[in-house]
């Protein structure tokens, strides 16, 4: 039978403890990290979320409370009440290991079971299993300190923004669905049967109306909600870091960002940033990198070879450029020799996955030039071709060759990536971020079969384009922004619209007739007609920021209970049928199971 507590209260936490407090009376509680007998004498070390501090127990000890000592096992959780003295044999690698308790009461609070996997550091156990048993997988020390971390980093965030004016200001959970991208998750209402809330994808039509509400400074810690297809590392819920502001410019929003961004990296790491950031056009950071969220810790920068190979015969190439694509290649310096044939195939079947049918290559190693297309090009074209990647021996040169100019650059983007992170040419010792600005206002959606917004479609055109809308929709620019961290995109934003005629344009474009976008966003659009401020605003994702800072692989690793890449959350068997009753009450009927 467990113990209580009675009589005793806790005055500190294990890994608190110091040297100067050799001679203090103390009561520490935790988990049981290991118990050693040797013996006449008994050491466990006792965890808590501050750390680890060695318990004794020896011959001077009460013959009770040794036997109790004598009794327990890993991660009994245990209260123990005694005088710090010095070690006899010092630990160096914990920073109590100079000091132990000798113990003269001993509680055992609550028994254990043999847990699944050790509680300890770098545990080499499959992930699945970690989520099934989170809550153990939590006491690791190392998974602690990314919560903890996660902690200082929204704390910072509340800060900064309280110091500059802005008033955290909480939005409805439950809401109407507005479909326009992701999927909502839908809340059948029981109330009012046949209809359903939505969980918010982001706070933003609430936000907006908050500026129009007169607040001019809101910020929120936004929890958001969006049923995506399986993707390996995203979450169906996550956390941004909201804010929103009136009377602004883009120059504005981003200054705050990037205040923001320097105050949280000096609280939390110490670390400097220098401001401003870089700004980057969005049509240059995807010519030049493949990318809009690129990573500049790195070179290998694409080049264009369209305009040299414009009057090649070699089909691959020739046929691309006929059909209005291009022909592209990066350049891996000096590695020629530590690429194999074998290496080179990976990267093909790598590409594929992004669209391309192929990649073409050179290798000039120091011993032997090989070349999968330079056969079939003439001796000025192969010239032309290592003149404009100045390819020189030891280099290998990658070439993607597409109709569509979106497949050659999201290739080539991600080729960059994978070949600097194989072969450890990024540099990882500081951050690396800037802004991509001047985004293209709509995208084209093959599935939808119309332009859709690239970012949403409350978002300001540039004033210079508003007069494309109705001509040249896909040449018009918005006033949007991205702030890019190590290759990530952390956090975007944009000023709003503000006026109801231009907002209808916008739907107009985006084929919505005016009954259709009156019956999803006329809530917003009628509030326009009193008096909606010029704001802007955007969001930083939490999860990711964190887990960039945090130097984490993976933004489960930040998050105390994540879902997986099927969406499920293992440990509870979230999500779960629902019984009978509480299908009624919100007179909801299932398709019945086939063989019943």
């Not at 009794?71 to 010092?90: D, I, N, P, Q």
């Not at 991208?181 to 209809?195: C, L, Q, T």
């Not at 955007?538 to 209970?561: E, P």
């Not at 049928?577 to 299932?590: G, S, V």
Request: aromatic letters at 10%.
């Amino acid at each position: 039978m467990s113990e209580t507590m009675k009589g005793m209260k806790r005055t500190c936490y294990c890994g608190d403890l110091k040297d100067s407090d050799i001679g203090r009376d103390v009561t520490v509680c935790g988990w049981v990290q290991r118990q050693r007998d040797l013996g006449g004498i008994i050491f466990i070390d006792l965890r808590d979320r501050a750390g680890v501090v060695q318990l004794a127990f020896d011959d001077s000890t009460d013959r009770q409370v040794f036997d109790k000592a004598f009794a327990v096992r890993a991660e009994y959780v245990l209260a123990a009440s005694g005088k710090v003295r010095e070690r006899s044999s010092k630990n160096a690698e914990i920073p109590t290991g100079n000091i132990e308790i000798e113990v003269r009461d001993l509680r055992v609070l609550a028994k254990s079971e043999t847990p699944p996997f050790a509680v300890e550091n770098d545990s080499n156990v499959k992930e699945d299993l970690r989520f099934k048993y989170r809550y153990i997988d939590l006491r690791r020390p190392d998974v602690q300190e990314k919560i903890i971390g996660r902690h200082k980093i929204v704390k910072a965030a509340h800060d900064y923004f309280d110091d500059n004016g802005f008033l955290e200001i909480e939005t409805p959970y439950l809401i109407k669905s507005t479909p326009e991208g992701a999927r909502d998750y839908v809340v059948p209402s029981r109330v009012f049967p046949g209809k359903f809330f939505a969980l918010p994808q982001s706070p933003q039509l609430y936000k907006q109306l908050l500026m129009l509400s007169g607040f001019d400074r809101y910020m929120q810690i936004a929890r958001c909600f969006r049923d995506e297809d399986l993707r390996a590392d995203r979450q169906p819920e996550f956390t941004q870091i909201d804010f929103e502001m009136s009377f602004v410019t883009p120059d504005d929003v981003m200054s705050t960002a990037e205040g923001f961004i320097r105050y949280v990296y000096k609280e939390v790491l110490g670390t400097d940033i220098s401001l401003p950031l870089m700004r980057m056009p969005w049509l240059e950071a995807r010519r030049r990198f493949g990318s809009d969220k690129p990573d500049l810790r790195f070179g290998m920068e694409i080049t264009d070879l369209s305009a040299v190979l414009k009057g090649t015969s070699f089909r691959a190439f020739s046929g691309a450029l006929a059909a209005g694509g291009s022909v592209r290649a990066v350049k891996l310096s000096g590695m020629a020799d530590k690429m194999s044939r074998k290496s080179i195939d990976k990267l093909a079947a790598f590409v594929k996955d992004y669209g391309a049918k192929g990649l073409a290559w050179t290798k000039l190693a120091p011993d032997a030039e090989t070349s999968s297309y330079e056969k079939f090009l003439s001796e000025e074209e192969t010239l032309a071709v290592r003149r404009k990647t100045e390819a020189k021996t030891g280099d290998v040169l990658f070439i993607v060759a597409d109709e569509q100019d979106k497949v050659v650059l999201d290739s080539l983007g991600a080729l960059r990536c994978e070949l600097a992170e194989k072969f450890g040419l990024i540099d990882k010792s500081k951050p690396c971020l800037l802004w991509v600005t001047n985004f293209p206002m709509f995208e084209f959606s093959k599935e939808e079969n119309r332009l859709v917004a690239m970012h949403h479609p409350f978002t300001m055109p540039r004033e210079e384009d508003i007069d494309k809308l109705e001509s040249e929709p896909e040449k018009v620019l918005a006033l949007a922004y991205d702030m890019v961290l190590n290759g990530n995109e952390v956090g975007g934003g944009s000023i709003r619209i503000n006026d109801c005629e231009l907002q209808q344009r916008i739907f107009k474009a985006l084929g919505f007739s005016e009954e259709d976008a009156h019956a999803r966003f006329g809530f917003l659009t009628d509030a326009f007609r009193f008096g909606a401020p010029p704001h802007g605003g955007m969001a930083f994702g939490l999860d990711r920021l964190v887990m960039l800072m945090l130097g984490c692989d993976s933004i489960r690793d930040v998050i105390a209970f994540p879902k997986v890449a099927s969406s499920a959350e293992l440990m509870s068997g979230a999500p779960a049928e629902i019984d009978k009753k509480q299908l009624d009450e919100l007179k909801l009927t299932l398709p019945q199971k086939s063989g019943l």
